[in-house]
């Protein structure tokens, strides 16, 4: 899925956020979209990803069905995960994304598992970690790496750094901005890359990628970005932290990936800005005729509560 | 007078130990935001500095440790926890060193640690956002549990536990924070004093709550009173280790026991209240079985639909009550 | 014929999944030792390769989640950790992920991961190496408990737990590997069909026990009849889903009830089943009040002198019977 | 205490454990005694230290008082833990060590709140954090090394390197043989030293320490060391792990720390030979009496079952 569908769609859970259309909570990555955008390329479906709180652009790069975005974040039973989930517990089993939560770096070892499991099936499949720079200060991630690195799991870590944990600077969390110095203690190769340059995610992760299917061996790659929105729901500019400031906002604002992907190939003449402008309205119908279908389908029903607590009945 | 709501009674507690103790110290997540635990720990940061008020990594296994080795060392540091969720990571500091060192070491040393523990459920959160563990410390002998269910309680627990020289669990529940009463003054109470407590009085059955549930136990039995059923409140307070003396009176009284927990039924509280009180009690005694209301058998719902069928509340506690037991 | 020890028939369980089943593998600390956890594993590392059969870094926290994660993903692995107590580093991926997954994605996913924990304890170990903590896992809806007692159990209930789809904690006790016992020939049971099991007839007292305390409470019941007394003895095995239907229905015929437990007292699996019972029997069932036998409120002793005070064992529970109940 | 006594009393406790006379695991540290001595050398009574499972030397270090060892190992009320820890649960208050415990890397946070304290008390007192290669395999290492760096903790973390963690060799374990990487990685100063040389840590430890009582900052010593004995118990040559040959166990006698002390100081007229033997009987004469008295002294009373589980009654 491209950039700005996500983006929109993104969008337009936020205004919905707003309108109280949406129950739980939500966690936008709206700025961020380069990165899911740029590794998913990539991936195939049987590759095994796991996401966290803010991974909508992280299972719509790999399965492009809006309506089940939509319907999960609305808590129907047509979502993604029947509508037992909403917006923070998301998989599509069929497409690899084997699940995100909101514990900050509860899935980090279940990917490395995911990843153990590829290595002895022999497959080829690689595991997908996506996390935070916050997830990095939990001790499971580096035990995480450790036991990667020790066992040879393909596991492509995609560590997000948009520079803060809810409402805390990485200034105020670690001694250091930039966390792929834990990769290097652990002997990982691993990558800091411009986490608003899809092409530059692209090539790394493609490069990574393709020497974990051939050798299994675990990578790092750290994408610096930042988010727009507020760490949760749709303000700008609450909740958002001790450290962070309308000008960096607009600093960052000014990376967008989206338009500067735009703008590099309008430069390049391989595109135009008539192109981008029906491109975008054709986006805005797709974003609307899937969001009004969402709108209109059920929640679940009230007497599956006790429904797959247990597989066996 | 104005009345002080729960929220507010916590921060008052909190403001109470900083002022008076300067061996109080708080870390955790959130606590340079103004909005991370709703506002009952609000601008201690301002007022008595960052160094005392330290918002932490996203790291609950190493701050709860450090908390309590601090502890260990003369302090009184709380660490607070947003979500009991978030706890999962920190049980080793809590159980295996918390509970213990006092019992390892012949009594040598102890580690007076309160760790605050907030329930923060409902609002489609799911299962990962939901969750009141208290019942699992209370299996844990050495480490202290509280849930103050009164806006008194929310201030006076919080001070009695960070005085006292267990460790501590402290539960609050953001389902509670907006109860107000007006407040007494102050006076400082050994934890160790603290047991269960009558709220209202009764003659039929004996109710049992903690936290949150006992809300909903003294609002129905207020409910009940004009139906008129007379129904007897007791709120836990402690859970750990659990007083059951009180509740005993009240059952040889009223003949009737019902327990109402926020959490999970099988090795719950609620089957530690029931059999607590039948293997001391003679056979007869009860004119009903005993009963308790808990989650249903699954991890707490996203779905709203779900949601109101999975938390226990007023209508059904005294649906329930009226469908189990003859007056 | 030759009668095979409860630490045989667990390796001779895992021989048997690994041999029958390629997606299962091990993984865990001390899986390359000949002594790690007892001979319940030897050679299987020589036989299956160490590619399945993975021995670790002391991470039980990434240990547990991988194998979460291998099992989202289609295979059967089993994380193995030789004592109970250093669980506690792992509970995240225990509560928060495994005993969730299914649920919170509506059932398109699944995490029939196998967590063997050994309860491990006497010998001076102390606080921290002793621990049973089954009924802290026997309060998460989503996770089967399962405490094998037999030897014949060791072996079968391991093979059910693996082969389920649900996430498993096994727990076996170092304290009956020496137990011996004839081995009927494999047939693979599905986990959900396993209930509690009636190991001995009677119609005096019902006694419920599991793993370890299931071999005392047989033992006593033994004496027992020679007293004249005549007990009905449960085998747990599952604790969780608890399924008290068998044990209801001896408590009906025996009205009496004694559950002896490995674990703590309050908030454990014998007030759950204690409460189980007496919320589903007429309360004129008892003859006597239901009893419970279980650790005394503190941590495990290091203490050779402690230590003998600590665990129960056949003659307490005899005198125990003898002085509560009234036959 | 020096390091030979600290050998002589393991040695005791080794022989014990053999005839039984011990009840409880003993996990002993012969052939890393200069560690301990070289970093207690540098302590003070208000420092707070933390220890694990292999810390007779680590007690040893600030408290020399024999007796009481031995009568906590055997079990007896007059015990450093007064009969109720073992060799495994070793505390002398008034010493400042605060604590040892067999949950591997159960104190690093505890000692790290401790140097916290320390820090909130303005005492410049330092914490010390004793772990093994092992320890730095748990998440929580990380995590403490995160929140020391950034908050200033004045805490040293000793890591002694004796490249085993029980039968496991460093290498089936971890990607390369030394930890201070991670030290490195969280960026807190750090230094490589030899565990067995007794001088080289004194100095390390008295510097790091003595900027740390200015300036509180976390730092961290790896000293390469390694056991004679098994993990646990007594025995040379089982329990000791998939990696471990006699050649090497052979070799590293060969670089003995007390040894290499003694031979030095000879070499260097400071010392005899002579001076050395009256030494030695010394030193056997001290572990003999004070054996002998703890042989002599009581269990804890049974009765005390239930005492100090919690502080109130
Ligand atoms: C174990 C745990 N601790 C704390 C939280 C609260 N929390 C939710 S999201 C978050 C921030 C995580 O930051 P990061 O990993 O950088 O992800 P980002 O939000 O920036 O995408 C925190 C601390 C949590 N959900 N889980
Ligand atoms: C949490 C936990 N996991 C596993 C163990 C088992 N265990 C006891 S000691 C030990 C080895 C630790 O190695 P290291 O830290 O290097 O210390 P050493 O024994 O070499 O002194 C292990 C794995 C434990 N005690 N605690
Ligand atoms: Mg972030
Ligand atoms: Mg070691």
């Excluded at chain 1, 608003?196 to 692209?202: K, T």
């Excluded at chain 2, 139906?227 to 836990?236: I, K, P, Q, T, W």
């Excluded at chain 2, 307070?237 to 099988?266: A, C, E, H, Q, Y």
Aim: glycine share 6%; hydrophobic share 40%.
């Amino acid at each position: 899925m491209s950039m700005s569908v996500i983006r929109a769609a993104e969008i337009k859970i936020a205004e919905a956020k707003k309108n109280r259309l949406v129950k739980g909570p939500v966690h936008l990555g709206v700025g961020q979209e380069a990165i899911a955008v740029g590794v998913s390329k990539n991936l195939r479906n049987t590759d095994r990803i796991f996401g966290a709180h803010r991974s909508h652009s992280h299972i719509l790069g790999v399965d492009n069905d809006l309506h089940k975005l939509f319907a999960e974040v609305l808590g129907k039973n047509t979502g993604f995960s029947g509508g037992m989930g909403g917006s923070m517990h998301l998989a599509s089993k069929s497409k690899g994304f084997l699940g995100s939560v909101p514990i900050v770096t509860g899935t980090v070892p279940l990917a490395l598992g995911a990843g153990l499991a590829s290595k002895l099936q022999k497959s080829g499949d690689i595991a997908i970690s996506y996390l935070g720079d916050g997830a990095t200060e939990e001790g499971v991630f580096h035990e995480s790496l450790n036991f990667a690195k020790v066992s040879n799991i393909p596991i492509l870590f995609v560590v997000e750094n948009n520079l803060f944990s809810s409402h805390m600077h990485m200034s105020l969390r670690q001694p250091l901005n930039t966390i792929n110095r834990f990769a290097k203690a652990h002997e990982i190769e691993t990558k800091l890359v411009d986490g608003n340059d899809v092409a530059e995610i692209y090539r790394t992760s493609s490069e990574f990628i393709r020497k974990m299917r051939l050798q299994p061996e675990p990578y790092l790659i750290e994408a610096i970005t930042y988010r727009w929105f507020g760490h949760v729901d749709w303000r700008e500019d609450i909740d958002v932290g001790v450290a962070r400031s309308k000008k960096d906002l607009l600093n960052w604002k000014k990376r967008d990936p989206i338009k500067r992907l735009s703008n590099a190939m309008i430069d390049k003449k391989i595109w135009t800005i008539e192109k981008q402008h029906t491109l975008d309205l054709k986006v805005n119908e797709l974003i609307d005729v899937n969001w009004e279908k969402a709108l209109k389908d059920d929640f679940p029903d009230r007497k599956s509560l006790l429904d797959n607590v247990y597989k066996y009945d | 007078m104005i009345k002080t709501t729960y929220s507010d009674a916590i921060l008052s507690g909190f403001d109470y130990l900083l002022k008076n103790y300067p061996e109080v110290f708080i870390l955790g997540q959130g606590l340079w935001s103004p909005w991370y635990v709703g506002n009952t720990m609000k601008n201690l940061d301002k007022k008595y500095g960052k160094d005392r008020i330290i918002d932490t990594p996203v790291s609950e296994s190493a701050c709860t440790g450090a908390a309590v080795g601090a502890s260990i060392c003369g302090m009184k540091p709380i660490v607070v926890h947003p979500r009991m969720d978030f706890m999962l990571y920190a049980m080793d500091s809590i159980v295996n060193q918390a509970a213990k060192w006092s019992y390892m070491f012949g009594g040598q040393l102890n580690a007076p640690v309160t760790i605050r523990s907030i329930i923060n459920r409902g609002g489609s959160q799911g299962a990962q956002h939901s969750q009141a563990l208290h019942s699992w410390f209370a299996h844990i002998p050495g480490i202290r549990v509280v849930m103050p269910s009164t806006v008194q309680d929310a201030r006076d627990l919080l001070i009695s536990s960070v005085l006292s020289p267990d460790p501590v669990i402290y539960i609050d529940d953001r389902w509670l924070y907006e109860q107000t009463a007006n407040l007494k003054p102050i006076k400082e109470t050994p934890l160790n004093a603290l047991t269960p407590k009558c709220l209202k009085k009764g003659d039929q059955i004996t109710i049992v709550g903690s936290g949150y549930s006992t809300l909903l136990a003294l609002n129905a039995s207020k409910k009940l009173n004009s139906d008129g059923v007379r129904a007897e409140v007791f709120d836990l307070r402690v859970l750990n280790p659990f007083n059951s003396k009180s509740i005993l009176d009240s059952v040889l009284k009223t003949k009737r026991l019902l327990v109402i927990d926020s959490g999970w039924k099988s090795c719950g509280m609620a089957s530690e209240v029931i059999t607590s009180i039948v293997e001391n009690v003679p056979t007869n005694t009860l004119i009903d079985p005993p009963r308790r209301i808990t989650l249903p058998d699954c991890p707490a719902p996203s779905s709203e639909v779900h949601e109101k069928d999975y938390y226990p509340n007023e209508e059904k506690i005294i649906k329930f009550i009226n469908d189990s037991y003859y007056f």
